[in-house]
Nanobody, 119 residues
Framework: QVQLVESGGGLVQPGGSLRLSCAVS????????MGWYRQAPGKQRELVAT???????NSADSVKGRFTISRENAKNTVYLQMNSLKPEDTAVYYC?????????????WGQGTQVTVSS
């Protein structure tokens, strides 16, 4: 089994910063793409950012220039540094990882961490 454990969410004022972390553990041969998604109340889950094992990144236009995704392969951990937060960034943030099990690749999700941006 593979587990994804997120941390770092919370309440922050507009313009503030938060750093999310997600540690992957369990039966892992290799972790491929890792990423962050978010889901606001009444909306569909949307991509925030992804990162490949060699550090190539992709992010949503709405967070470009404000959010930075990074990873530590030795720790099987992915991070999301969120700066200049806006009320519209309020959502549950989910970590995602595509894990290679030698003969197959499977996608796993974390349990989600709440981020609330409010004054």
């Amino acid at each position: 089994q593979v587990q994804l454990v997120e941390s770092g969410g919370g309440l922050v004022q507009p313009g503030g910063s938060l750093r999310l972390s997600c540690a992957v553990s369990g039966s892992i041969f290799h972790i491929l793409v890792m990423g962050w998604y978010r889901q606001a109340p009444g909306k569909q889950r949307e991509l925030v950012a992804t990162i490949t094992p060699v550090g190539s990144t992709n992010s949503a236009d709405s967070v470009k220039g404000r959010f930075t995704i990074s990873r530590e392969n030795a720790k099987n951990t992915v991070y999301l540094q969120m700066n200049s937060l806006k009320p519209e960034d309020t959502a549950v943030y989910y970590c995602n990882a595509v894990v290679s099990h030698i003969s197959t690749n499977l996608r796993y999700w974390g349990q989600g961490t709440q981020v609330t941006v409010s004054s």
